[in-house]
């Protein structure tokens, strides 16, 4: 069973740095199956005994990772699909880009050494080694794989998304306002009524955080984007650069918009953009279906836990997150 232990968190983690003490020889320094770690003031410390540890306290979340790994990696040999390093590196550098954008670095700070250093401070912000991350790489670039043959894109969604990126755009502000709050929506609007500069009042009153930074602008969107309710794109083509729309209900909130301008359509082919349109839906569909697929192979797999520690702490997880499904639902 510690033999089992020992294994799995070997590999987890395939190098460990070791902390160099002088070699006692007293008799403490040997242990019957010479499994020790390190020896303080020529005690030892057992590996079953740092292993239980980190069983206790990251077993479960590095078990789960690696059951999910085995099994993309088994999907992807019974579907014919061939994973490298380099499809492991390639999810590698573009999380590094990300996390470089979600730092705010500009391109001549995003160099590699401040990218690796971005990267080594959300690590250790949230407790993951680099061994885990890493883990993670490959088992994402197993699932894309799977992911985008699943993928099958219509003409039409094709022409659609075309429409999306080169079709008429209007620029908008917005603030947004909660429904149940008929007090902050009314002083809004007599802010406004008042002559208050638009972008202002968005800063101040605006309920979206990520919009009201930017003084209530929204990214540039067209009359038939799927991702703006309906209400707000026909409110917005409705206006003339530079009105103010009334109050506009979506979902749980009420947008007052302001139109700053529009963009003409592109005089571009439709043709011409084809590879270019069809990656831009991939983009955003193939996380969505990575993740569905890591929670229907990891529910698929036959799990077996022989490690009376670790198999406690799993059930744990497990009736967890039934409950937490439950209570969702």
Do not use: W
Not at 32 to 44: E, F, I, Q, S
Not at 62 to 74: C, F, G, S, T
């Amino acid at each position: 069973m510690h033999r089992f232990r020992n294994l799995m968190y070997m590999s987890v983690c395939a190098t460990i740095v070791p902390l160099i003490l002088p070699a006692p020889t007293t008799a403490a320094s040997q242990a019957d199956d010479g499994d020790v770690v390190a020896l303080v003031d020529g005690r030892p410390i057992a590996r079953v005994e740092l292993v239980d540890i980190l069983i206790d306290a990251h077993g479960v979340d590095v078990l789960q990772q690696l059951i999910i790994l085995r099994v993309a990696k088994q999907e992807a040999r019974r579907r014919n699909l061939r994973v490298t390093d380099a499809d492991a590196q390639v999810e590698f550098r573009e999380a590094l880009d990300r996390i470089a954008e979600k730092a705010g670095m500009t391109p001549s700070e995003a160099t590699d050494e401040n990218k690796h250093e971005a990267l080594r401070q959300v690590l250790e912000e949230r407790g993951i080694s680099m061994c885990e991350f890493m883990i993670g790489m490959e088992r994402n670039a197993c699932l894309r794989k799977i992911a985008e043959k699943d993928i099958t894109i219509s003409e039409e969604t094709l022409r659609e998304q075309f429409a999306r990126m080169y079709g008429e755009r209007v620029v908008v502000r917005h603030i947004q306002i909660a429904q149940r709050d008929m007090r902050g929506l009314n002083h809004a609007l007599d802010l406004l009524s008042r002559g208050a500069d638009f972008a202002d009042a968005a800063r101040r009153l605006s309920k979206n955080d990520q919009t009201a930074a930017r003084g209530g602008e929204m990214d540039p969107f067209t009359f038939d984007d799927a991702n703006i309710p309906a209400a707000l794109r026909e409110a917005a083509f409705s206006l003339k650069a530079g009105g103010v729309s009334n109050p506009v209900l979506a979902g749980q909130f009420y947008h007052i918009l302001k139109l700053e301008r529009r963009i003409p359509a592109d005089n571009v082919r439709f043709e011409d953009k084809r590879e270019e349109v069809e990656r831009s839906i991939l983009e955003a569909a193939v996380p969505q279906a990575m993740g569905e697929l890591a929670l229907e192979l990891f529910r698929g797999a036959k799990i077996k836990i022989l490690d009376d520690k670790l198999r406690g702490k799993y059930n744990e997880f497990l009736e967890r997150g039934t409950r937490e499904s439950a209570i969702g639902e």
